[in-house]
């Protein structure tokens, strides 16, 4: 039940995205790539800030760190919400149970960034200033891949892959749809309100929001506890814009896609019912086998 889209690629929550995407959200291989997510973070993380051999060794360190609390700390309470989520996988669904679900899941999201934070403010002062001009480069970079991949597109060509998106999604859960909620899909998609302009807007707030904190921490001057607290201040505002027609938009467009999940299940299948409920089962074997240290 993850929101596809993603469109922020935001920098510092993706920490916790990639464990939660690599243990929840149907990673095809969830225990190998569980196993190798420190390394997977540190290069994804490598490719904005560009990490010189002591940051290098000192992050990847925090990375292993993180894994075991999150092994001990998040992986029961996964294991926990895939088990409860199987009784209700054969019964219809509100749109607000799905949105309970997505709530709990984005608190889940937030918790290991949350818990890097100390490691992340010693890392941002250490950062030097062709490493800031570097997170800038990338940004760049990848805005303008943003840009190809959908501002630059027709409306039709992005209604179309934000329905092919779902439908893959929608088809790792409950196996193969049929060709009325494949159009149930792509009418919701049409009827969400999504703005990719309003997306973009947001990102690049982000962006210079992230930028803007590590420069205030990389100047050294600042107490650890003071630099800890700029980082959270940070992973805050990602999840919860200071922007109010942002918040809006936000909230709009997961209610949406609330709606959109409680539509597609409630027009599942039997056949397709029992796809997912083994689909729950086997995440949560994953979860519950990758509890234990390796």
């Given at each position: 039940m993850r929101n596809s889209e993603r469109a922020a690629r935001r920098l510092l929550a993706i920490i916790g995205a990639a464990f939660v995407c690599?243990?929840?959200?149907?990673?095809?291989?969830?225990?190998?790539a569980y196993t190798h997510a420190p390394t997977l973070v540190y290069y994804w993380l490598d490719s904005y800030f560009d990490f010189d051999g002591p940051q290098s060794y000192a992050f990847k360190q925090s990375l292993q760190e993180l894994q075991a609390w999150h092994r001990k700390q998040e992986l029961p309470q996964l294991a926990e919400l895939l088990k409860n989520l199987q009784p209700a996988a054969t019964r219809e669904i509100s749109s607000d149970q799905v949105c309970s679900v997505w709530d709990f899941v984005?608190?889940?999201?937030?918790?290991?960034?949350?818990?890097l934070a100390p490691a992340l403010a010693q890392l941002a002062t250490s950062l030097k200033p062709a490493q800031m001009l570097h997170i800038d480069a990338e940004f760049k970079k990848r805005n303008q891949k943003w840009r190809e991949e959908w501002l630059e597109r027709s409306p039709a060509e992005r209604l179309e892959r934000r329905s092919q998106q779902v439908v893959e999604r929608s088809e790792q859960f409950y196996?193969?749809?049929?060709p009325g909620q494949r159009e149930m899909i792509r009418t919701h998609m049409a009827a969400s309100g999504y703005d990719a302009n309003m997306l973009q807007k947001e990102m690049l707030r982000r962006q210079?929001?992230?930028l803007q904190t590590l420069a205030r921490v990389r100047n050294g001057q600042?107490?650890?506890a003071a630099a800890q607290a700029e980082l959270s201040g940070l992973f805050d505002r990602a999840t919860a814009s200071p922007d109010a027609a942002s918040r809006q938009y936000h909230d709009a467009i997961t209610q949406s896609a609330c709606a959109a999940v409680a539509?597609?299940?409630n027009s599942s299948t039997v056949v397709q019912k029992a796809h997912l409920v083994k689909t729950l089962q086997t995440y949560e074997a994953d979860a519950r086998a990758l509890m234990q240290a390796p």
């Open positions: 690599l243990t929840l959200l149907g990673c095809s291989t969830n225990r190998l984005r608190q889940r999201l937030q918790a290991p960034a949350t818990q196996g193969r749809l049929e210079q929001d992230s600042l107490p650890a539509a597609v299940h």
